[in-house]
């Protein structure tokens, strides 16, 4: 019998999974379907679980949530950390209260309180909890912004970050012991509400969460003049952004903010939109039908667990244009930087830190404020690690880091990053630049002007299911193991491979190891300076082109970024 089919078998035989699980099991004819649910097990991986939510070995239910909460319990239990609880959250997706009250239980069950947040709240807000109430560890129900057929559990340790080497290991060591379903320990709610085993968070935690938010504004004087004259519309697209963004552009002092109402309140369908991620601008649709009824200067959006932040700015024709997530770093690396110097409050040892695949442009910024820059792996969990080894060694103040996929944080208060402080920072600037009769868009173009034409680009692949996994495995070793000697005319000069840790320069043949973590990662660098970077994605079956160039001018440079698309999309489909 094929592997799937054992595990199908296995299942139906359980003496732990209930009959309503089995006999909805027993009823697929689809032979694909059994074997897309069972060809594996849902892998606990560094970020946690993320996976079509169904009855399966390959996908979410409260099985395998059940299985990775254990092991995570087991885990914390050889810490001897237990007591100190753990914390959870969950957005607005399907099955997304259900499982976060499953893993509450299991931990409840373990000896091991847990604080679970009362409804919705993004992920920024767990990340907190996790520091505010001290606790081990936490957890966020949620698949970020994928579809709404998925659903994921992300793991945060006792810093506040999503856990990294070696803890991530450890705790897939014990997820993995769990052997099976009989193993999981279980406790009725009731009787974990009477030992103060499950707690609900109170709002005590959502105010000290705001008032960390609030302390990160640039210039509170400022908003109080602008508040009520930059308009601002914000959608928070059926997810946990709708409250604490809201709440928190108003502590801030603005005036006007027009929410999307069709996608104002939860919904785990996303009914409005195809997928509910910030990054395409189609999500936008209905907010920028607001915005012309509203003459909004700036448009906000955030992703369901909020972590994500999306904006739309006027240009100087008046037409609304998406900020990507390197063009808000840019932007607020040299606001916050430029501030915090008016200020007299930029530390000798300042830092930002953003990932290999964000854009090179601050590069400069940091350079021209005297503050340093560090590169990380893709993930926020980098940057967060990187917070807590500056805070045990005192070598650097953290100023500011982002991802070029929409996320960004300023302040310590959270280790992940914070959608609600983005609208915020968001709002700020573009009231900061209204105030001097400009608007965000016409800002970046000054910074343009100042530090050199930058544009990047990210290609996604997708490529679903068993089959686009082993494509996205062949397309990685063709380029592994075929270094290109040109990408979209220009000679490779760098090929940094961060799986094998070998950086290898192609012009002298010298060789040199990888300061990062190992990660299946390819790295290239052209001999105009632009970089082009490979990467299957860690959280969607997609696989991940960056591009990063910097020309005279952005026509040039878009050409660039196109020229480059163009070739290679045009390798990727020479192999098999
Ligand atoms: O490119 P991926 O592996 O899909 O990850 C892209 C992003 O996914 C999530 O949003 C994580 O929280 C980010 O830190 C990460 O950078």
């Given at each position: 019998m094929e592997d799937y089919r054992v595990r199908y078998q296995q299942w139906l035989e359980d003496p732990f999974i209930d009959e309503e699980t089995k006999a909805e099991l027993r009823g697929i004819t689809d032979e694909n379907e059994i074997k897309e649910r069972?060809?594996?097990?849902?892998e606990f991986g560094t970020g946690g679980l993320r996976g079509i939510i169904g009855n399966g070995s390959n996908r979410l239910n409260r099985y395998t949530v059940g299985k990775a909460s254990q092991g995570l319990a087991n885990y914390i239990k050889k810490e001897g950390t237990q007591k100190q609880g753990v914390a959870i959250a969950y957005d607005s997706r399907f099955m997304s209260p259900e499982f976060a009250e499953v893993a509450g239980l299991i931990f409840a069950a373990n000896g091991i309180p847990a604080y679970v947040y009362p409804s919705l709240r993004p992920v920024p807000m767990l990340s907190f909890a996790v520091r505010e109430l001290g606790c081990t560890a936490g957890v966020v129900l949620t698949a970020s912004h994928n579809p709404p057929e998925y659903n994921g559990y992300k793991v945060y340790w006792a810093d506040g970050a999503q856990v990294v080497a070696p803890r991530d290991k450890g705790i897939i060591t014990e997820v993995n012991a769990?052997?099976?379903?009989?193993?999981i320990q279980r406790m009725e709610k009731a009787e974990a509400v009477e030992k103060k085993l499950y707690t609900l968070i109170g709002e005590e935690v959502d105010e000290a969460f705001d008032r960390n938010v609030q302390a990160q504004l640039m210039n509170p004087e400022m908003i109080a003049r602008m508040g009520d004259k930059l308009n601002i519309v914000y959608t928070p697209l059926h997810g946990s952004g709708n409250l604490p963004v809201r709440r928190n552009l108003a502590k801030a002092g603005f005036k006007n903010v027009f929410i999307v109402k069709e996608q104002e309140l939860p919904d785990s369908s996303f009914s409005t939109v195809d997928y509910p991620n910030p990054e395409d601008t189609k999500v936008f649709t209905l907010a920028r039908k607001l915005a012309a009824e509203v003459n909004a200067d700036v448009l906000i959006g955030t992703d369901p667990d909020c972590d994500r932040m999306g904006a739309m700015v006027k240009d100087s024709e008046g037409n609304f244009v998406a900020l990507t997530g390197n063009m808000v770093g840019a932007l607020a690396t040299d606001y916050i930087l430029s501030q915090r110097k008016e200020q007299g409050r930029l530390p000798a040892n300042g830092v930002v830190v953003k990932t290999?695949?964000?854009?090179?442009?601050?590069t400069p910024i940091c350079r021209a404020y005297g503050v340093g820059k560090i590169d990380v792996l893709t993930g926020f969990k980098y940057i967060g690690e990187q917070i807590k080894g500056f805070e045990e060694t005192g070598s650097h103040t953290y100023l500011f880091g982002f991802e070029e996929s929409y996320g960004c944080l300023a302040g310590t208060y959270a280790r992940d990053k914070d959608g609600v402080y983005a609208a915020v920072l968001v709002c700020e600037m573009a009231a900061y630049y209204k105030e001097k009769s400009m608007t965000l868009y016409e800002a970046l173009l000054k910074l343009y002007e100042k530090y050199g034409y930058y544009r990047d680009g990210v290609k996604s692949m997708t490529m679903k299911g068993l089959e686009g996994m082993a494509r996205i495995q062949r397309i990685m070793k063709t380029f592994r193991e075929n270094t290109p000697k040109e990408l979209g005319g220009y000679k490779v000069v760098m090929a940094k491979d961060y799986q094998t840790q070998v950086f290898r320069n192609l012009e002298t043949g010298e060789e040199s190891g990888s300061p990062l973590p190992v990660s299946d990662v390819l790295h290239y660098t052209l001999e105009d300076g632009t970089w082009v970077c490979i990467r299957p994605s860690g959280t969607e079956p997609k696989l991940k082109f960056y591009i990063g160039v910097k020309a005279d001018d952005l026509q040039a440079a878009q050409d660039k970024v196109d020229a480059l698309d163009a070739d290679i999309e045009a390798k990727v489909a020479e192999i098999a």
């Open positions: 069972f060809f594996k097990e849902l769990v052997e099976n379903f009989g193993q290999i695949v964000s854009t090179e442009m601050i």
